[in-house]
């Protein structure tokens, strides 16, 4: 047993823990948070994903003890404190970009993922930046859709048209200020190693 | 499903890790990023006693300028690969090639080092490791040595590591003044290559100077396109000079027939995707 | 972009979001693997290695010892008692039905079949147990091959049937009277196109996998399972297992998908429920994925050899076709039945004078095949949507012209088929022009034949198929005359609370559908009440007791009428109450925008609603004598005849002739789905369709090695397509209603599925010709293409 302690949507859990619990089982199975789903043991499909230290990762492809003393959010932490929905999961919502729901708390948490790396993305980079994420009931338009819309509302920008999906039309490419990007991060120099004297 | 039980250890030095690896004997496992070693564990296809976790070895990971090459810690993720301005810069062939690395989210956690120290010759970043002649930094109980690219890959999922000894850093010469491409074909867009081919590329006036260029999957390791090389030095960069080039990529090679491609396809696309790796690398235009 | 006639303002036709969303979206959503009971263990399963071999010794002795280990059994143990997996559908009466124990007792007959179990304190102790159960198997011959396994020495799957031929089922429109004979046809042809197409073998792959949880402490045996069909599964436990029915109750709470890979009474489910009997406590059961892709039935898998005769204008005189159909090593709960689903569907929506069919079933030592969304149909008008192309080329025609010879007029319906359905409505010529201006049909022709001109190493394909499919299963006397063992009824039931709320329970059983929005909407509509204050039930046998579950694009098409049959009901119970309420006579009342009025009296004159009838039986104080206090309702429907939604998708692909590599450039879907109730959903379930119909056509197959096993046992190597492999589908809709059903609609879970296989093969094939290429195997891998190019270059 080996003794972790992770924060889960803002509440702190020190636990121990077999080495080989999976992540997902140590949320669902000891923590409760049942909304983080497993839907493969290969990591292809991405029904798992959760933020970790504010990075998407697979749940169910990352050990229990890897996670040690890193802040976790999962589908479950993900809207306000006062139950109002993220833009993701309102755009979600307005676009029905889910039908069973089974992939979408991965889906959601990959858009969230994608769009603080990049707040504008084409249609192909969103496609792109959900590849890591099965859907079997959506055929992924409506999924698009709904990040392209998020995109907007997380920048602040006004949707051009309301956004519900009332005849399934889409809204107007919505005019956005263009973002800046925030400057790369280069990992520290003085970490890298001089091996070879 | 759910691995099989194992022991677990975090060490906070390379010398501890060294160490622990040691005392864990053929069974103990290097746990990089876990990304492909996770699956494996679960579908209990691997199922080693001991894993030595280099989660926490600050010191493997982060990319510095050395001179006239980068070196790039083991434990550095494909995420910051992408994310750092150095290998932007200066390993532009590497940058292309680890973006096209399974997912976002597998690339937040797999690591440089985890993936070339797997060996799977399907795996991207081992054929560009071949085609850029990179140093592999390892470390083990007697100290630090250098192996060549070379030398790493030995056989399928097979590398030159000696017992007890784990992947430290990397050393990738830096590629100023050189073109490069990497071509990637794969069924869907998260699938393992069928083929892959890095290419770089140093054009002097007319011709082409010097080329390397790097397999994925046509073989049981990452392989040099030798024939291709040999070909290309000296020929002028024009469309059927590389054209002609290409088309003895898979010479030498001894690709799979698998699920994915049979080997006569794989030779192949190796042609085709050869020609147009080179002909991106070395911004060639059609005449 | 949707251009649909106007309609009336109300709850149907209008684009709500889902109520379903509030859950899903924050993770609060109830699937069945989240469901822990006090004391509930979990089960794992020990599953065959061996695609065909005889069990000589199981051994569980040394898993008991385990940690954690609480019980553990094989087949041996449970051989007397365990029964056999049901199979609803004897197409003939000599059809072979072999056994099909949940547990192997004597002999394994594919990889992945349940061999032994472990029953543990927690998973890990129980997956870990099961590598110290030990299990000497004697191989057997396997048999994968069909034409292999119909060969006069063949190794047998089931050695005591003496046979791999499960049942031959024969349609000839000459002997049914529903046409002409084929052979007369075919005589007199100026041209016949024969081919063979390969419908490979796919899985499912519902993103949840599937779930079992059996509760044996309470008075009823509590099944929770990620089914479709709570309601059949509760039936089949009770004949199965001996279980008094009335002593089970099943539930399907959140499903995540199913695809008809969850229509089925699995190995898992009744063994759990022998466990949880075993051990007299709860126990959860849920597969992995790797589990889920070898042991869930697939789908497909048919030889199909078909024949078409036509004259040189373009009129098709005659079909004929030959099908062999994997049913794997057992018979699932509809196996037999699926392609015959199809049988109807081969004439599509041609006025065809002639049509044979012959299906031959046929056992190998493979996972048992089953339902996959579209069921026999996708196979039908793949089959001839490529024979119309062909026919096209041959007679030098454009594919879309061809078919326009052949269709069935607008102004034809109903329209008695040469399979002896009769479609009741439909438009093929109105969905077909709008698709052709959607897709600009014209100009992509234009630029193909720029690009055939110049060479292009990148060939542009355009591809058509039209389709018509039966849906809304099914009329129960159809199903009985095809030996079918239910009925194909649906029903619903309003129970209007005192304060007006209204609960609706339903029988059918969704997984992603919407139900619960789109019934709603009908319910809000047909009582006046607002949206939501509509609660749908369903999926749990104590609450909907009766009901046939959801699968073949029933739901709405059936328990749709059920839905608005019980609101009816539930308007005639409150007119009384209402006549009494306002003082008047019965017969002065009428019923508009949600309230009784006096017949005659303005709009916003005082009228009683449903909560004011719903409160006063609630009272009921002042009953009028003779009068029942409730105005709750029930309603059962069986259809009178299936529901034909159709429509034409268009698909262009650009074909790198170097790599083989396709793309999809454009994909136009007009559907005709008769009338919507909710036009985000309706298009959310074309594109889901679509979306699994490409992966049909580019992605996915199960592929086995020589010796049985399963290739693609993980999503690494059976490959469902992500949205980064997927493109753009416009999709689009015309209206025409059907005439039988009070709400209009048809059918439209599976549409998409049908149509997108065909028209993205075409669009290859097109692609191709100029290089002499006429056919190409699915999955149209990149390999596949380039094999092709090589082969139609050589010949």
Redesign the interface.
Same mark, same amino acid.
């Given at each position: 047993m080996t003794r972790i302690s992770i924060t889960v949507d803002g509440v702190r859990y020190d636990d121990d823990v077999e080495a080989r619990t999976l992540l997902v089982h140590h949320l669902r199975d000891r923590l409760g948070k049942v909304g983080t789903v497993v839907g493969c043991d290969t990591s292809n499909c991405g029904a798992c994903t959760v933020l970790m230290a504010g990075d998407a990762v697979k749940s169910c492809n990352v050990l229990a003890v890897q996670a040690d003393g890193t802040e976790i959010i999962t589908i479950e932490g993900l809207a306000g404190g006062d139950g109002s929905l993220h833009p993701v999961q309102q755009a979600f919502h307005d676009r029905h970009a889910l039908q069973c729901g089974f992939c979408t708390p991965g889906m959601i948490l990959a858009a969230v993922d994608l769009l603080a790396e990049n707040p504008d993305p084409s249609d192909a980079e969103i496609r792109e930046g959900i590849e890591g994420n099965l859907c079997r009931c959506t055929g992924y338009q409506n999924i698009v859709r709904a990040v392209r819309d998020a995109a907007s509302a997380l920048r602040g920008a006004q949707v051009a048209e309301p956004a519900s999906a009332v005849d399934g039309q889409m809204p107007g490419t919505p005019q956005a200020p263009p973002a800046v990007p925030s400057e790369p991060e280069s990992v520290p120099v003085e970490a890298v190693p001089r091996p070879v004297p | 499903m759910i691995p099989a039980a194992f022991e677990y250890t975090k060490p906070s030095t390379v010398d501890e890790a060294v160490r622990a690896l040691a005392e864990g004997g053929e069974d103990a496992r290097v746990l990089a990023g876990g990304q492909s070693l996770i699956p494996m564990l679960r579908l209990r296809m691997a199922a080693p006693t001991l894993l030595v976790d280099l989660g926490g070895l600050g010191e493997l990971r982060g990319v510095r300028d050395d001179g006239d090459a980068l070196v790039i810690g083991a434990m550095t993720r494909y995420a910051d690969l992408l994310r750092d301005p150095l290998v932007r810069d200066h390993a532009p062939l590497l940058a292309q090639a680890t973006a096209t690395v399974a997912d976002r989210q597998v690339r937040h956690l797999g690591t440089i080092g985890g993936s070339l120290a797997e060996a799977d010759p399907a795996g991207d970043l081992p054929s560009v490791a071949v085609a850029l002649d990179v140093s592999f930094e390892v470390v083990g109980p007697g100290g630090w040595r250098t192996i060549s690219a070379a030398d790493f890959f030995v056989d399928f999922l097979t590398t030159a590591l000696g017992d007890g000894e784990m992947l430290g850093a990397l050393r990738v010469p830096k590629q100023d003044g050189w073109g490069t491409h990497y071509e990637k074909f794969s069924r869907v867009a998260q699938a393992w290559s069928i083929v892959g081919v890095a290419v770089a590329v140093r054009r002097e006036n007319g011709t082409i100077a010097e080329a390397r260029v790097g397999l994925t999957s046509m073989g049981n390791r990452p392989l040099r396109a030798r024939a291709v090389e040999e070909a290309l030095a000296g020929a002028p960069a024009t469309a059927e000079a590389v054209s002609s080039a290409a088309a003895r990529a898979a010479e030498g090679a001894d690709p799979p027939t698998d699920v994915w491609a049979s080997a006569e396809y794989r030779s192949h696309l190796a042609t085709v995707l050869t020609r147009r790796a080179v002909v991106a690398a070395g911004g060639i235009h059609a005449s | 972009?949707?251009t649909v006639q106007e309609r009336p303002a109300g709850e149907v036709g209008?684009?709500r979001?889902?109520k379903?969303?509030?859950?899903?979206?924050?993770?609060?959503?109830m699937?069945t693997?989240?469901i822990t009971l006090p004391g509930m263990l979990h089960l794992a399963i020990l599953r065959s290695p061996m695609a065909h071999a005889r069990i000589t010794r199981v051994d569980t002795s040394a898993a008991l010892r385990e940690p954690g280990v609480v019980t553990a059994f094989s087949g041996r143990d449970v051989a007397d008692t365990q029964g056999s997996l049901p199979c609803a559908w004897p197409v003939t009466e000599d059809m072979v039905h072999p056994d099909h124990p949940p547990l192997a007792v004597d002999e394994v007959r594919h990889v992945g079949e349940a061999v032994a179990v472990v029953v543990a304190r927690d998973?890990?102790s129980a997956?870990?147990a099961l590598?110290v159960i030990e299990v000497d198997y004697e191989p057997l011959p396997v048999v994968l091959d069909m034409e292999d396994a119909l060969a006069e020495d063949a190794r047998l799957v089931h050695a005591d049937k003496g046979t791999n031929k499960a049942y031959t089922w024969v349609f000839d429109s000459g002997e049914a009277g529903t046409g002409q004979g084929v052979d007369a046809a075919f005589a007199g042809a100026e041209v016949v196109i024969k081919r063979r197409y390969i419908q490979q073998r796919l899985i499912p792959?519902?993103?949840?996998?599937r779930s079992v949880v059996v509760d044996p402490t309470g008075d009823q045996h509590t099944i929770w399972s990620a089914t479709q069909i709570p309601h059949i599964l509760r039936v089949m436990v009770a004949l199965v297992t001996g279980t008094p029915e009335h002593k089970v109750r099943v539930v399907a709470p959140?499903?995540?998908?199913g695809?008809g890979g969850k229509l089925q009474v699995t190995a898992e489910e009744l063994i759990a429920f022998m466990a949880a009997q075993r051990v007299g406590k709860p126990v959860k059961y849920t597969e992995?994925?790797?589990d889920s892709l070898v042991s869930a039935h697939h789908g497909r898998d048919q030889i199909q050899d078909v024949e078409l005769a036509a004259r040189r204008d373009g009129t098709v005189l005659g079909l004929r076709v030959n099908l062999l159909a994997n049913m794997g090593a057992y018979l699932g709960i509809v196996t037999p039945g699926v392609p015959l689903l199809g049988a109807f569907m081969y004439n599509a929506i041609y006025k065809f004078p002639a049509y044979r069919f012959v299906c031959t079933g046929v056992f190998t030592n493979t996972t048992t095949t089953d339902a996959y969304r579209g069921a026999g149909r996708p196979e039908a008008t793949y089959a001839i949507e490529r024979l119309m192309d062909e026919l096209a080329v041959e007679l030098d025609m454009d594919p879309v012209e061809v078919r326009r010879r052949n269709w069935i007029k607008h102004d034809e319906f109903p329209f008695d088929t040469v399979a002896g359905l009769t479609y009741d409505s439909g438009n093929y010529e109105a969905a077909t022009d709008k698709a052709l201006e959607l897709f600009g049909y014209e100009a992509l022709r234009a630029e193909q034949a720029s690009r055939r001109e110049s060479g292009d190493p990148v060939q542009l394909g355009i591809g058509v198929s039209t389709y018509t499919e039966m849906c809304g299963l099914a009329p129960s006397r159809v199903l009985g005359a095809l030996r079918y063992a239910a009925g194909g009824w649906e029903t619903a039931s309003i129970r209007v609370l005192p304060t007006g709320k209204v609960e609706v329970v339903t029988g059918t059983s969704p997984?992603?559908?919407?139900h619960e929005t789109a019934w709603s909407q009908i319910v809000a509509d047909r009582l006046g009440v607002p949206f939501e204050d509509v609660e749908v039930l369903h999926g749990d046998t104590r609450t909907s007791h009766k009901g046939l579950d959801t699968y073949g694009s029933r739901s709405l098409a059936v328990g749709g009428i059920a839905l608005v049959n019980a609101c009816t009901k539930v308007i005639e119970k409150a007119r009384p109450v209402a006549a009494h309420l306002l003082e008047c006579d019965v017969s002065d009342l009428e019923f508009a925008d949600g309230a009784f009025r006096v017949r005659g009296a303005p709009s916003d004159a005082a009228g009683k609603t449903i909560a004011d009838c719903a409160f006063a039986v609630f009272a009921a104080h002042d009953m009028p004598d003779g009068v029942e206090p409730t105005i709750d309702a029930d309603a059962t429907y069986d259809p009178g005849n299936f529901s034909f939604p159709h429509g034409t998708h268009l698909c262009a692909t650009e074909v790198d002739a170097? %790599?083989g590599?396709v793309t999809i450039r454009s994909y136009v879907a007009v559907d005709d789905v008769g009338r919507v109730i909710n036009?985000?959903?309706v298009?959310?379930?074309v594109?889901?369709?679509?979306?699994?119909g490409i992966a049909q056509a580019l992605?996915e197959e199960a592929?086995y090695d020589g010796e049985g096993n399963l290739?693609?046992g993980?999503?690494?190597?059976y490959?469902?397509?992500?949205?980064?492999?997927?493109p753009?589908?416009v999709?689009d809709r015309t209206e025409t209603p059907a005439p039988d059903h009070p709400l209009g609609a048809k059918g439209v879970g599976e549409a998409?599925t049908i149509a997108s296989t065909p028209a993205v093969i075409n669009a290859i094939v097109d692609a191709l010709r100029p290089y002499g290429v006429s056919d190409i195997r699915m999955p149209a %891998?990149?390999?596949r293409v380039?094999?092709a190019l090589r082969g139609g270059a050589r010949s």
């Open positions: - | - | 972009m949707t209008a684009a979001k889902r379903e969303d509030a859950r899903l979206i924050t993770g609060r959503t699937w693997e989240n998973r890990a997956v870990d590598a792959a519902f993103m949840e996998p959140d499903v995540g998908g695809f992995s994925r790797s997984h992603g559908q919407g170097e %790599t590599r036009p985000s959903i298009e959310g379930q594109h889901g369709g679509v979306a699994q992605f592929v290739l693609t993980t999503f690494i190597d490959t469902p397509p992500s949205a980064a492999d997927l753009d589908i999709s998409g %891998t990149p390999e380039w094999q």
